[in-house]
């Protein structure tokens, strides 16, 4: 899965790096992107590319309570097109979500440490996700999105069995066209990224409480799990 991430750039960085048309949010460095959250995105609804700002975890249209939200931060890529609440989304509302880095946790035996992953350039990266935009009781509109997962490469599956989709530039633009609906074509491109391209530290477990979001959080520590044992002794 894919549980938080970090975005360290304004708007300016990531115009710099995407084709963007049009800035309708002014995003800021955040080090501890947790579920709930809002967090920039790219859209392109009528031929223009839109960096906007969406809330983490998908409320589907005919979600009663948002609370669903929260089951939904994820979306498996093997079988979005059998779940009723990602199958329009993966057709019609498909986003860029944008990221330098996305944590996983390593075990061993009962403890551990927090891995940021991250490109090798320090470039930021494109996360395949999905949105949709519920109608609350009282009134107004709030758009949400989920992130696709595929199966990890040798990296990442080192330390957990999933990892988000990290599409190339190539990918970028018939992702995000609404008009392209070439379902083999899409899922064609929600393959693991390249483990050459990626590098992983660990990284201070400061960054578990969703809470704390300071530049610290993405910063190199000892690796805490080379000390413990494989297994532990029962005498």
């Known amino acids: 899965m894919c549980g938080r991430f970090i975005m360290t750039g304004s708007s300016k960085d990531i115009v710099a790096s995407f084709q963007v048309d049009k800035v309708l949010f002014d995003a800021h460095p955040t080090w501890n992107v947790a579920p709930a959250q809002s967090v920039p995105v790219l859209l392109r609804p009528e031929g223009e590319t839109l960096l906007t700002c969406f809330q983490w975890g998908l409320i589907p ?23 009723k609440s990602f199958r329009q989304a993966f057709l019609q509302r498909r986003c860029l979500v944008i990221a330098d880095g996305f944590y996983e946790w390593k075990k061993r035996g009962r403890h551990k ?58 990918h970028h633009l018939p992702w995000l066209d609404p008009g392209f609906r070439d379902v083999m074509a899409l899922k064609s ?36 799990l080379k000390t413990v044992p494989t297994q532990q002794s029962l005498f």
């Not at 609350?136 to 199966?151: A, H, K």
């Open 113 to 170: 440490q927090p891995r940021l992953f991250h490109m090798r350039s320090k470039r930021f990266f494109a996360m395949a996700g999905l949105w949709e935009r519920w109608f609350p009781p009282r009134g107004g509109t709030l758009d949400t999105f989920t992130i696709l997962t595929t199966t990890p490469n040798p990296l990442v599956a080192d330390v957990h069995d999933r990892m988000p989709v990290i599409l190339p530039p190539e």
């Open 61 to 83: 249209p005919w979600a009663k309570d948002p609370s669903i939200g929260h089951k939904m931060i994820n979306a498996r890529s093997e079988s979005v097109m059998d779940k």
């Open 189 to 224: 491109f929600l393959q693991p990224f390249p483990e050459d391209q990626m590098d992983v530290h660990p990284v201070s477990s400061k960054m578990n409480t969703p809470r704390y979001n300071q530049p610290d959080c993405v910063l190199p520590v000892e690796d805490e």
